[in-house]
């Protein structure tokens, strides 16, 4: 079988939230669709309020401590990424625009994305289309065309019943699942190879060769 690999990028603040447990759904799902078509898959979830100095640290210095390097890396690396925020004030948190904002912005060029998001009401369901969806998109991102959202009320079983989040997470999860399988699997590059910085077949020696007028 062909693994592939997942990143799961989670904003939620409390613990447990209910941003996490969106994410849990996605990614079981996404997982067990890739499965279905002969695919195994790797799942890696970022809690990014374990990261939250971390971010701020990197934003004011350039910098990205040891665990959010790895988590970065995670996420370049990765076959997907499934991204899901709260939404606080109509918009994502500030927490994960913040993440966000440290990735390298060619990061996510040509990356299948599935987007989630939860809030307290469904009023604030349109915020996947005219506020995440628009940032992927200036990355470059691919996110499948079915973003999941959630209200509380979906988790009380008071929720859509004409499209109740199950479904919901079923689409969006069977969307990434296709996006990834087209797509193939997604180099591994060592970040500490010489060849990830100074091309194939070179070496320090030519780049000191060329500091040196050679």
């Known amino acids: 079988m062909n693994e592939r690999r997942i ?9 447990p939230s209910s941003t996490r447990m969106l994410a849990d759904r996605l990614a079981a799902e996404a997982a ?40 970065i890396n995670t996420v370049v690396s990765a076959d997907a990424l499934i ?14 625009k913040s993440f ?3 990735l390298d912005p060619d990061a996510l060029t040509g990356k299948p994305v599935l987007i989630g998001a939860n809030a307290g009401t469904q009023r604030h369901s349109l915020a996947i289309d005219y506020a995440i969806r628009p940032l992927f998109a200036y990355l470059h991102a691919e ?27 079923e689409k969006g999860a069977k969307e990434l699942a296709e996006a990834i399988a087209r797509r193939g699997a997604a180099e ?25 007028g050679e």
């Open 100 to 102: 966000i904002d440290v």
């Open 32 to 71: 067990r669709a890739l499965r279905v078509r002969d695919i195994d898959v790797k799942v890696d979830v970022i809690e990014l309020r374990d990261l939250a100095h971390d971010i701020t640290n990197n934003l004011l210095t350039g910098f990205a401590p040891p665990a959010l390097e790895n988590a």
């Open 143 to 169: 996110a499948v065309s079915t973003g999941v959202f959630a209200a509380s009320s979906d988790w009380g079983g008071g929720g859509d019943e004409v499209a109740p989040l199950a479904k919901r997470v």
């Open 188 to 212: 591994v590059v060592d970040p500490y190879d010489p060849a990830t910085y100074l091309g194939d077949g070179r070496s320090f020696g030519h780049m000191l060769g060329g500091l040196a």
């Open 7 to 15: 990143a799961v990028v989670s904003a939620g603040l409390s613990n």
């Open 83 to 96: 991204a899901v925020t709260p939404i606080f004030s109509t918009s994502y948190s500030g927490l994960f």
